[in-house]
Structure formats: structure tokens, C-alpha cells
């Protein structure tokens, strides 16, 4: 039995800018992962890529990060445009990999799924409902939130949202992905439409403006740490769910959690790349910006 299990592509992203060319993984799979190898959980990666990204998988396996890797025709690929303004960003999808199924999670066993799809098509409601069965499952939503045409990526809602969330214990999503999935605007009347629809725990982020998580009628409100300089901001939704689910698995609170998980997420902007620190880092963070 593990702790947290995992289940979502890694991505092989091309990120192009008007200065460089840059091939690198990413998805939740891979940030999520990576984020936990120095803490105390038993952890699976459950995952699926192209033959061309298996040393993505060497390279987690390495930082001893069990994984079982299904075959795939190909790995889910990102093509991110920037211009001369980096908040403006073009996104196309080059290739896409093969779903996943109930057969492959048939006899896996944890006390919490965490599904990061990157596209709607990734993880079928089906699924969903067949983990439900078996433990909580946590959900970032920004896949389902993805439409392609002419594999260019475009917002959209999920279709399948309230036959889906109905089986969500914890959802992850920023402010914007709140709004476009629940039609309101405003944090509370958001996450109290989470609430009808089933969600247990709704985890809000809002970047440097911190973030709130909505568990049992309460309405926690958990600021942003940050350290003395920020290198990069990649990947910090995943770390901040990373943090989140260890803490929610080892017994802390939902407030609690989130203090951690963003205290977790600011240590990662310290430095490129994935989340590599440890517990007492993190602590120390909290507490030095408090």
C-alpha cells in the first residue's frame, strides 16, 4: 500500500524564446515526483511515454522514485512560444499519448490517487470512479480544462465536470481554472459550487498572492513564502500538491498542509529545475517569514 500514487504523462516540452531552443520534461508526473524524494512517503509514479522519453524514467528511478512506465506510441509533447513579453505565450500540442486504463491501475493500491492530466482525454471518467473505489483521490484539474484544434491549446470546461468531480475528495486549481469550471468569479461562491458538486477539500492557488483551501465549511486563507530570491516559478502548482498530500497522508490538518505546501513551493522558486530540498529546509522558511 502506498501513500500517494500518482497517475499523469511526463511531457517532453520545447520551449522556444527569441533567445534559445530549450527540450526539457515536465507535467505534473514529473514535478509531483521529483518534489517528494527527500521526504518520508512511499510513493508511486504511474505513468506512460514514448520510447524516445524512457530516460525521463531512468532519471526518476535513479533518485530511488518507484515508477511502473506503460508504453505509449508516443509521449504527450508541448511546444510553448514566448515573445519578447514571457507572459505571453503560444502553446501547441505536437503529440499526444495513449490514455490510461482501469486495467492498469487494477492492482495498485495507495491511500490517495492524485490524477495530473495534461490533456481532457488522459484519464476517463471510468477511472475516476474505479480509484474512487479504492481510496481518495486528488485531482488538478488544468487538463480537463485544455481543448486542441489544429493542435493549438485553447480553454475550455470540462464536459464531463459534474459527473466527474461527484468522486474528487481533494481538487487542485488556480483562480482562473476556479472560474472557468464553476462560472463564478468570486473565491467563496466558487468554492462552495465545488462543494455541491462533491469536492471534499478545494485547494485554490493565486501565485505570489497566496492561496486558500476550502475543507469541512472552513475557508483557510495560507500566504505565499518565498525566498530571499526567485530563479524560477516552473512547476510550483505540482510542488505545492506534493507538499499538500504528504502532509494531508502523515495526519496535518487541511490548514496545516497548506502552510507547508506553500512554504514547500516558494523554497522550489529558489532554483531551476524540479524540487530537490528537504523537510527541515522548508520548515526553516516558514519560519523565517512569518
Known amino acids: 500500500m502506498y501513500d500517494i500514487c500518482t497517475i499523469g504523462h511526463i511531457t517532453q516540452d520545447k ?9 526539457m520534461p515536465g507535467g505534473t508526473a514529473f514535478y509531483f515526483s521529483s518534489a517528494l524524494q527527500n521526504l518520508d512517503s512511499n510513493y508511486l509514479l504511474v505513468t506512460s511515454v514514448g520510447e524516445d522519453e524512457l530516460r525521463y524514467i531512468d532519471d526518476l528511478r535513479s533518485k530511488d522514485i518507484d515508477v511502473i512506465a506503460y508504453p505509449s506510441a508516443t509521449s504527450v509533447y508541448f511546444e510553448n512560444i514566448y515573445g519578447d513579453n514571457p507572459d505571453n505565450r503560444t502553446q501547441n500540442v505536437l503529440a499526444l499519448a495513449d490514455p490510461f486504463t482501469v486495467g492498469q491501475l487494477a492492482r495498485v493500491e495507495a491511500g490517495i490517487f492524485h490524477l495530473g492530466p495534461l490533456l481532457a482525454d488522459d484519464i476517463p471518467v471510468s477511472l475516476i470512479q474505479f480509484l474512487a473505489s479504492k481510496g481518495r483521490v486528488s485531482l488538478d484539474v488544468q487538463g480537463y480544462l485544455r481543448r486542441v484544434e489544429d493542435r493549438k491549446v485553447f480553454s475550455s470546461n470540462w464536459a464531463a465536470k459534474q459527473e466527474g468531480l461527484q468522486y474528487i475528495d481533494i481538487l487542485k486549481a488556480d483562480e482562473t481554472e476556479m472560474a472557468v469550471l464553476t462560472g463564478c468569479t468570486g473565491l467563496h461562491k466558487g468554492v462552495k459550487t465545488l462543494a455541491g458538486w462533491g469536492v471534499k477539500e478545494a485547494v485554490i492557488t493565486n ?31 505540482d510542488t505545492y500538491m506534493a507538499g499538500y498530500l504528504y502532509k494531508r497522508s502523515k495526519g496535518a490538518d487541511a490548514e496545516q498542509a497548506g502552510h507547508f505546501a506553500a512554504g514547500m513551493a516558494g523554497l522550489k ?22
Open 15 to 23: 520551449v522556444i524564446t527569441p533567445r534559445s531552443v530549450n527540450y
Open 269 to 290: 522558486t529558489a532554483s531551476s529545475g524540479p524540487f530537490t530540498g528537504t523537510e527541515e529546509e522548508i520548515l526553516a522558511l516558514i519560519a523565517k517569514t512569518k
Open 207 to 237: 501565485g505570489s498572492m497566496g492561496s486558500a483551501i476550502y475543507c469541512d465549511g472552513m475557508l483557510y486563507h495560507i500566504p505565499a513564502y518565498f525566498p530571499s530570491e526567485i530563479a524560477d516559478t516552473t512547476g510550483c502548482g
